[in-house]
C-alpha cells in the first residue's frame, strides 16, 4: 500500500509516519504545503492512501483537488472536531481528530481496506466540506456575559485584551485591569471567538490583536506577547504555532 502524508508540521508528520510503520506502511512522500502538494501530485504517480490535514501553510488543502484530479482514497486528519464530522463520515474513507491516536489510526487503514475489498471508495463532495467547516455568515461572540456575586455583568469583546486559563478554570483580563471568570473552556471559545481578532497563541492563552504592544523572539524559536495591560505573566507563542500567529498578525 503507498500512502503520501499532506501535513503542514513536520514533527506532526514525522509521528503519523512512524506510526505508519507500524502497520507496515512507509509513506513515500510526506508534504507541508498545497503549492508543493499541488507540484508533487503533477509529477508522480498518486498513492492509494492520502492522509490529508485540511489547513495548510498557504491555505486550505482543498486548493490541491481544484488543480489536480486526485485519485487517492482519502482519510482527514484535523483538528475540526464540531462541524464536518458527518460529511468527513459520508464523503471520504475516514477522519482521525488530532492528536491523533494509534488504535483510531488502524481502524481508519482497516476501513479503507474494506473499501478496497468491495471495489469502492469514498465519494469526495469537497463543496460540502468546505461549508461545513466555514459556514457561511458565521456569527461571532460579541459580548460574554460573567456572574460577579448576585449580578451579572456584560463584558464586550473589544474590551477584553485576553482568555486564559488558571488552576483549571477560563477567565478573562479586560483593558481596564479586571479579570472575571468565565464558564467556557478555551476549546469552547475556539468556536465563538472571531478568528481575524483573537488567536490560541498556546494551551494557556487567547489573544486579542488589538491588545498587542509588543512583540519579541524568545527561546527554541518562540516568540513572547507583551499586550497592553496584562502583566500576570509571560504570554509564550509556541513553536507549533508561531507560523500561524505570524499568518495572523499579517492578515
Keep these: 500500500m503507498k500512502a503520501v502524508i499532506i501535513e503542514d508540521e513536520k514533527p506532526a508528520a514525522r509521528r503519523l509516519s512512524r506510526m505508519l510503520n507500524e502497520f507496515g506502511i512507509e509513506p513515500i ?8 502538494s499541488i507540484n508533487w501530485f503533477m509529477n508522480n504517480e498518486h498513492p492509494d492512501l492520502l492522509f490529508l490535514d485540511i489547513q495548510l501553510s498557504d491555505g486550505l488543502s482543498f486548493e490541491i483537488f481544484e488543480e489536480v ?12 472536531d464540531e462541524y464536518a464530522l458527518k460529511a468527513f463520515k459520508l464523503n471520504s474513507v475516514d477522519y482521525l481528530l488530532k492528536p491523533i491516536d494509534i488504535d483510531e489510526l488502524e481502524n481508519a487503514i482497516d476501513q ?9 471508495k469514498g465519494v469526495l463532495n469537497l463543496e460540502q466540506i468546505k461549508h461545513l467547516i466555514a459556514p457561511a455568515n458565521k456569527n461571532y461572540k460579541t459580548r460574554f456575559t460573567v456572574k460577579i456575586g448576585p449580578h451579572l455583568k456584560m463584558i464586550s469583546v473589544d474590551a477584553i485584551e485576553c482568555f486564559f486559563s488558571e488552576n483549571k478554570a477560563t477567565n478573562i483580563y479586560t483593558i481596564d485591569h479586571r479579570t472575571y471568570l468565565l464558564e467556557d473552556t478555551l476549546e469552547q471559545l475556539e468556536e465563538k471567538l472571531q478568528p481575524s481578532t483573537f488567536f490560541r497563541v498556546n494551551r494557556q492563552y487567547f489573544i486579542n490583536i488589538n491588545a498587542i504592544k509588543d512583540i519579541i523572539s524568545y527561546s527554541n524559536s518562540r516568540l513572547k506577547v507583551v499586550l497592553n495591560s496584562f502583566k500576570d505573566s509571560e504570554i509564550i507563542v509556541s513553536r507549533e504555532r508561531v507560523k500561524d500567529f ?6
Design 246 to 251: 505570524k499568518t495572523w498578525i499579517d492578515n
Design 112 to 120: 479503507y481496506k474494506k473499501l478496497q475489498s468491495n471495489s469502492s
Design 29 to 36: 512522500a510526506m508534504l507541508h504545503s498545497v503549492e508543493e
Design 69 to 80: 484530479d486526485i485519485k487517492s482514497a482519502i482519510i482527514f486528519t484535523t483538528a475540526y
